[in-house]
């Protein structure tokens, strides 16, 4: 078949038999620990009058791919005559963010190698005029190719996330629509329930995981607030070597996580589209021009305006790399976002109470709404950590005597707000797609 080509999958034939998963695994036996194609059951125990059918998922080579799109390094090339959308590991940082961006899961992250890895649609084999593995040795032919359409949209079955990116494949549609529940079960069952539906679990997402990250915004935040107070003569210019001291620590833990710190420089390669190239740009401007204004110029109060502004620019920028995940409101704006913690932390340290109260206010609203939409949800509200988080980062400063106390208190009370909000965190899967359509057709 020459030309682009793209998957067509029938729901009605697939038998679960996972045969394509093997096939994958044969064919690609390195650089595969987690599995590149995985079958996704819907409805895996059989509850009456609801559907059991499979998915068999790999990487669907996006016409606009997520993690093309969103991959700092640049590690995704498009092969022109298949269509296929390639990740070369040489390039790769081992970031994740290519797996928190796609809402296929198609790219996992390999930890033995510290890169990520996904289907390359056997590139290999339809050189040679074969079909990929995974088509090939379907027992059923429930997976097969055919000449990649142009045409958007089309059925989607159960569990397969909406998105605007165009992946290269199509769905077959059943004979009969799905039936709905006769007795539906109570909501709380349900809720209970809803987990073990699906025959593999979602991974998931967390600060204990991610603790390093949750250090470095933390401390950028704190730093930026720092650079900006002294800017606005409300401090004394802070020791710029101790500057220096935080901003490299800033930059070590932001490297804590990568499986290639080594390539860290590969992080500005996609500044065009990379919300997380722009974020490490910025940051490096952040801390430039606050060394050369503390250092070389510090009579020069134009740099450490420079510095501040960009300091909240790199802050603007790391929330934004957050915005893949599910939203947890309309505005999608979290009382735990990094720039409004710092703007708060800067109405402290220079007195300027206005600032203070309305970005305080803010937090503390953002962080009570959220805390009541749990509550209709039938989630742990975590009353006593809910507690702490209040009486630190806004009862404390409230009633401070000094700056020092009023700051240590916001950025503890923070830190459980940022705590919490790493563990909220949910990325787009079809794991989560069919947990949601599961509970729209019960």
């Known amino acids: 078949m020459s030309g682009p080509v793209q998957f067509r999958f029938d729901p009605g034939r697939c038998i679960g038999c996972e045969t394509c998963v093997l096939a994958c695994r044969m064919q690609h ?79 996992r992250f390999d930890p033995v190698q510290g890169t990520a890895a996904k289907c390359g649609f056997c590139l290999e084999r339809q050189e040679q005029g074969l079909e990929p593995a995974c088509v090939a040795r379907c027992p059923v032919r429930a997976l097969e190719l055919e000449p990649r359409e142009d045409a958007q949209g089309g059925w989607a079955p159960p569990g397969f996330p909406p998105s605007r990116l165009g992946p290269a494949i199509r769905f077959v549609p059943g004979r009969r629509p799905p039936p709905a529940l006769t007795a539906p079960p109570p909501p709380a069952l349900l809720a209970r329930c809803r987990k073990a539906l699906l025959r593999v679990a979602d991974p998931g997402f967390s600060a204990r995981g ?94 450490a305006w420079a510095a501040a502004a960009t300091g909240f620019g790199a802050l603007f920028a790391v929330d934004r790399v957050y915005q893949l995940a599910v939203r947890t409101s309309r505005l999608d704006f979290h009382s735990a976002h990094v720039l409004l913690n710092a703007l708060y932390l800067t109405g402290l340290l220079t007195g300027a109470w206005p600032l203070a109260l309305a970005a305080g206010a803010l937090k503390a609203w953002l962080y009570l709404v959220r805390k009541a939409h749990f509550q209709r949800q039938g989630r742990g509200l975590r009353p006593m950590l809910s507690l702490l988080r ?21 950025v503890l009370g923070d830190l459980v707000d940022r705590w919490e909000y790493y563990g909220e965190l949910a990325f787009p899967s079809p794991g989560r797609q069919m947990e949601r359509d599961f509970g729209s057709l019960a």
């Not at 390639?86 to 296929?104: D, I, K, M, N, Q």
């Not at 209040?390 to 916001?410: H, M, Q």
């Open 29 to 107: 036996r390195t650089g595969q620990a987690p599995p590149w194609r995985r079958v996704y059951t819907f409805n895996a125990p059989g509850l009456p009058d609801l559907p059991v059918f499979h998915l068999s998922l790999a990487c669907h080579h996006c016409r606009r791919p997520a993690c093309m799109q969103h991959c700092p390094a640049g590690a995704y090339a498009r092969d022109p005559a298949t269509g296929a959308v390639v990740h070369h590991a040489e390039r790769c940082l081992g970031c994740r963010y290519c797996t928190w961006a796609c809402p296929h899961d198609a790219p």
């Open 210 to 303: 991610e603790w390093a990250l949750v250090a470095f915004t933390t401390v950028l935040s704190v730093l930026v607030a720092l650079v900006a107070a002294s800017a606005a003569g409300g401090l004394p210019a802070p020791n710029p070597w101790l500057l220096l001291w935080a901003g490299a620590l800033c930059l070590s833990l932001s490297a804590w996580h990568l499986g290639h710190p080594e390539r860290g420089w590969r992080a500005l390669a996609n500044l065009r589209r990379s919300w997380l190239s722009r974020e490490v740009a910025l940051v490096l401007a952040f801390l430039g021009l606050t060394a050369l204004g503390g250092i070389g110029f510090p009579q020069v109060r134009a740099l």
């Open 390 to 410: 209040i009486a630190l980062g806004f009862a404390l400063p409230a009633l401070a005597f000094g700056a020092g106390a009023a700051l240590l208190g916001a």
